[in-house]
């Protein structure tokens, strides 16, 4: 595979992490998911991210899910993902994805509390020593820390990120985060806000959706991102009914599940979290089966 100058543009998947039913890891099966994206026009992947279920992994597992997927598709197609409650093991993650050879790491900022804007700055420092192209990862949702785009310029200015995952789906944010920060990257966050932010300008995506549907997917982003609106926006709406799921509690649940439709490896989920109700499985199921029957692959 050749080498790629900017490891974290383009379509670089946060994959899924199929389990069996007892609930381990399928390493054989993450391998062939991981190889199986890149055939089918992925850029690379996003191992250990929230999608992948980092958070309920053991150490050995965390690390062996980075090693799997470094031997499937090559260092520089990985972008590790290196959250953590604390700075030094946020650090210890990019120091491993840099001896593998990873052509980045996804970086949450510190997420165990409300931080403030020198407690973020001091764990984007700390992270950066390990030499490592950083993506910050802002989704304030859940972290409760908003990336903001003056936030962005100064970490940008200092050197500690590459880019960022623009998760809140609001695009009026990548025009500012271009004034403030010209030189940092704009990465898509959010699978339902993707043709918009193309549009702004983003030059990749942290996808959810291609685990399922990579080839249409593909097709999506690449019109997006030429500013092809006749082929991007009849794709867009007939994808956006499953591509919003990514942006709901549920998504891992429902992308996996969408998986398993597809006749891809899913499987279940760890606790805490909980199977789809009936009503939200009945709903991704039917979704799914409508894109396939479409010839959405």
């Known amino acids: 595979m050749t080498e790629r100058t900017h490891p974290w543009h383009g379509i670089m998947v946060a994959t899924a992490l199929p389990l069996r039913d007892d609930l381990s890891v399928d390493y054989d099966a993450y391998a062939g998911h991981c190889r199986w994206l890149v055939e089918n026009g ?15 992994l053991t150490p050995e597992e965390r690390a062996k899910v980075l090693e799997t997927a470094v031997e499937a598709v090559g260092g520089n197609r990985v972008m590790a993902g290196a959250g953590a409650y604390g700075a030094a093991e946020s650090r210890r993650w990019a120091e491993r994805a840099a001896e593998l050879g990873c052509g980045s790491v996804l ?15 001091a764990h984007y420092r700390e992270v950066a020593r390990a030499g490592v192209p950083v993506v910050g990862y802002n989704n304030p ?10 936030l962005l310029a100064r970490l940008h200015e200092e050197g500690l990120i590459v880019a960022v ?6 695009p009026r944010r990548a ?25 702004a300008g983003a030059v990749g995506w942290i996808a959810g959706y291609p685990n399922a ?16 609106l006749e082929t991007a ?28 439709v597809a006749g891809r490896p899913g499987g279940p989920c760890r606790e805490p979290r909980q199977p789809l109700t009936a009503e939200q499985e009945a709903a991704v199921r039917a979704l799914t089966e409508k894109a396939l029957a479409e010839g959405l692959r």
Not at 42 to 56: A, F, I, K, W
Not at 186 to 191: A, E, K, M, R, T
């Open 141 to 150: 949702y859940d972290t409760k820390v908003d990336l903001t785009p003056a």
């Open 233 to 260: 926006l009849p794709l867009y709406k007939q994808l956006h009914p499953l591509l919003r799921w990514d942006s709901k509690t549920e998504f891992v649940q429902a992308i996996k599940l969408s998986m398993d």
């Open 107 to 121: 970086l949450l900022p510190p997420n165990a509390y409300r931080a403030d804007e020198r407690a973020v700055l």
């Open 165 to 170: 995952k623009e998760f809140t789906g609001d």
């Open 42 to 56: 992925c850029d690379g992947v996003v191992p250990n991210g929230s999608l992948g279920e980092y958070q309920t």
């Open 175 to 199: 025009y500012e985060i271009a004034e403030l920060a010209p030189g940092l990257d704009l990465l898509i966050g959010s699978d339902d806000a993707l043709l918009e932010l193309a549009l």
């Open 213 to 228: 549907l990579p080839a249409s997917t593909v097709a999506l982003y690449r019109a997006a991102v030429a500013h092809d």
